[in-house]
């Protein structure tokens, strides 16, 4: 019986365009070295080696010596599916390895139909298949049997994950419905990049951008937007990273010194690793004395900081100067599901380095300490916490930035905004302040994650701004406050988007109530995007945002997010709609652009 085994292959290329391809000990899949044996449809993509397929053909023989005979004849082709999922790229979901609060599954989550109709034959397989007991003694009630077996997450059940549309509907442009929502038109500004993971500037008045790439080059851009032709900064050789889709290590970002125009200084966080041994590392490096368009590659004498990661996801990535000069660093809480190490995890563990924001100061270095601790940190003094904390109780943010303040007044001058990568149910934007705790792994949004932990009144945690549940997104990408000159009606608005949904959103606070309205941000239609230059289409894996020196909104995304494929674009949002008003502009390119600390 083939079963849904049956074009699997096929069905497996439009799989590979998703972040959550994860397998079940958290590292990313792979091509195996040679094609599996047993296993075969996970030959180009998976997460076996010929070992492990090896391992799953012994138990399917083992199987097949204990069924009877006439139940084997009817029954073996779902054995085989049902073990092949170990091998699947979505394995770490199918056997719900992202829940900690429950055992890891003999048999990977199923969808209903698929169960029902494999209950009416073969459920007496389950004896041999599985040594829960639970399962055993459920075998006689069809529907308890089969909710035992699904998954919360029906998105990613066996075998409608192979086909399912909210997984695959969005590998094409995302060309948003414009009803009851904002609609922006966007500006190709980039593209033919490799998973574009940082657009940042140098705040030196040149007004230059660089793009960063996950594979470990750094382009720059000329204010006429061509690109030159050398990479301004090239580690691809240091960097840690792969082809496949799911890999969350890499070069993962970037920040120049707000003295840049004096001292040349930049840095940089990427992955590193040997063998099985993996950390992040952040690195010092100089401009060359002798091209302003390119990095002295042998100026990496200042590893700043390395920290050890235990699994390969979460990572973080994000770097930011604050307008103290000082710089900001957020880490990931070392990955695998429910931060799972030490009694209360890394997150709230304030020894530990990971799931935390960090603040250290990096001026005065040269004949000194690589860094130094900034007297205000909050647990300076505190012998059982690390003084770089500056805030804890994160889990992977990805992607922050510090709002520069209304043009005209400078009202939210220096908030620290941050989204933060949710585990099962809900992804968060969180304002980040000194000192503060951020919940994780106590709280997911606004629910508790783990009760205990979170009905503990130490805690003292602080909810986030905002928090949306799985049906509209599963990964959080942070943006920015926008304050640029040329929309001035977008202003205060606070822009960021999901990478697994491709949908862009918004956040504007309340005027004196703290609270934040959401509004969904869509593609303007019709008349609204057809001036020259401008589109109402986009690829859907939002990786990133950027700000230019003006303030400008951009945003990077890509069709398959992969290290290596060039599918990356750069976007310009403009804000084109006819019958909008436009308020008169307060501010002007000059004015607009962050301080340089002299």
């Known amino acids: 019986r083939a079963g849904p085994r049956a074009g699997a292959l096929l069905a497996l290329r439009a799989l590979l365009a998703l972040r959550a391809?994860?397998?079940?000990?958290?590292?990313p899949p792979f091509r195996p070295p040679q094609p599996l044996r047993f296993c075969a449809q996970y030959s180009a993509f998976g997460c076996c080696a010929p070992e492990q397929d090896a391992a799953l053909a012994r138990r399917f023989g083992a199987l097949a010596a204990r069924v009877d005979a006439a139940v084997w004849a009817a029954c073996a082709g779902y054995a085989l599916d049902l073990l092949c999922q170990e091998c699947s790229p979505y394995a770490a979901h199918l056997y719900d390895a992202e829940d900690p609060s429950t055992p890891l599954r003999t048999v990977p989550g199923l969808c209903q139909d698929y169960c029902l109709d494999m209950w009416q034959t073969c459920r007496g397989l389950f004896?041999?298949?599985?040594?829960?007991?639970?399962?055993?003694?459920?075998?006689?009630?069809r529907a308890k049997f089969c909710h035992y077996l699904s998954l919360d997450d029906a998105d990613y059940c066996?075998?409608?994950?192979?086909?399912?549309?909210?997984l695959n509907a969005n590998l094409?442009?995302?060309?948003?419905?414009?009803?009851?929502?904002?609609?922006?038109?966007?500006?190709?500004?980039?593209?033919?990049?490799?998973?574009?993971?940082?657009?940042?500037h140098a705040r030196d008045g040149t007004h230059r951008f660089f793009v960063a790439e996950q594979v470990g080059l750094v382009w720059a851009y000329l204010p006429d937007r061509s690109r030159l032709e050398k990479p301004f900064l090239n580690i691809s050789r240091a960097v840690l990273t792969s082809p496949w889709e799911g890999d969350e290590r890499g070069f993962l970002g970037i920040a120049f010194h707000p003295r840049?125009?004096?001292?040349?200084?930049?840095?940089?966080?990427?992955?590193?690793g040997v063998s099985f041994d993996e950390w992040i590392r952040i690195s010092e490096f100089r401009v060359s004395e002798d091209d302003e368009n390119a990095v002295?590659?042998?100026?990496?004498?200042?590893?700043?900081?390395?920290?050890?990661?235990?699994?390969?996801?979460?990572?973080?990535?994000?770097?930011?100067?604050?307008?103290?000069?000082?710089?900001?660093?957020f880490t990931g809480d070392g990955g695998m599901a429910g931060d799972p190490f030490g009694k209360f995890g890394n997150a709230q563990n304030k020894s530990a380095l990971l799931g935390k924001v960090l603040r250290i100061d990096v001026d005065r270095n040269e004949r000194g300490p690589l860094y130094r601790i900034p007297r205000d940190n909050p647990f300076v003094g505190d012998p059982a916490a690390r003084p770089e904390v500056y805030a804890l109780g994160v889990r992977n943010m990805w992607r922050c930035s510090f709002d520069r303040g209304d043009p005209a007044s400078g009202a939210g001058r220096g908030r620290l905004f941050c989204g933060d990568v949710g585990q099962n149910k809900f992804e968060e934007v969180d304002l980040v302040e000194r000192g503060r705790n951020y919940g994780w792994r106590a709280r997911e949004g606004f629910e508790c994650y783990d009760h205990k932990l979170c009905a503990n009144a130490s805690l003292d945690d602080v909810l986030p701004i905002f928090a949306y549940p799985h049906k509209m997104g599963k990964s959080v990408t942070g943006g920015y406050v926008y304050r640029g000159c040329e929309y001035p009606n977008l202003n205060g608005l606070y822009i960021f988007g999901d990478f697994m949904s491709g949908r862009l959103m918004s956040l504007r606070e309340k005027t004196g109530t703290g609270q934040w309205q959401y509004s969904e941000i869509c593609m303007g239609r019709g008349q609204t995007c057809l001036f020259p230059g401008l589109i109402n289409n986009y690829y859907p894996h939002i990786i990133s945002f950027a700000e230019d020196?003006?303030?400008?909104?951009?945003f990077m995304?890509?069709?398959v997010p992969s290290a290596t494929a060039a599918r990356g674009v750069v976007y310009k949002a403009t804000n084109s709609v006819p019958g909008d008003v436009l308020t008169p502009s307060v501010c002007n390119p000059s004015t607009s652009q962050l301080p340089v600390l002299q």
């Open 21 to 27: 391809l994860r397998c079940l000990d958290f590292r």
């Open 127 to 141: 004896r041999h298949f599985s040594p829960d007991r639970v399962l055993w003694s459920l075998e006689g009630n």
């Open 158 to 166: 066996f075998p409608h994950l192979l086909v399912n549309e909210n």
């Open 172 to 200: 094409g442009r995302v060309v948003a419905d414009a009803k009851g929502c904002l609609q922006l038109c966007l500006e190709e500004v980039a593209n033919g990049l490799r998973n574009p993971v940082a657009m940042v």
């Open 260 to 272: 840049f125009r004096h001292n040349r200084k930049l840095y940089v966080y990427y992955s590193v």
């Open 296 to 329: 002295d590659h042998g100026s990496e004498r200042w590893i700043i900081l390395e920290i050890e990661e235990p699994a390969s996801n979460h990572n973080g990535g994000q770097l930011l100067f604050g307008d103290d000069g000082y710089l900001y660093i």
């Open 549 to 554: 020196e003006a303030g400008e909104l951009y």
């Open 557 to 559: 995304s890509t069709g």
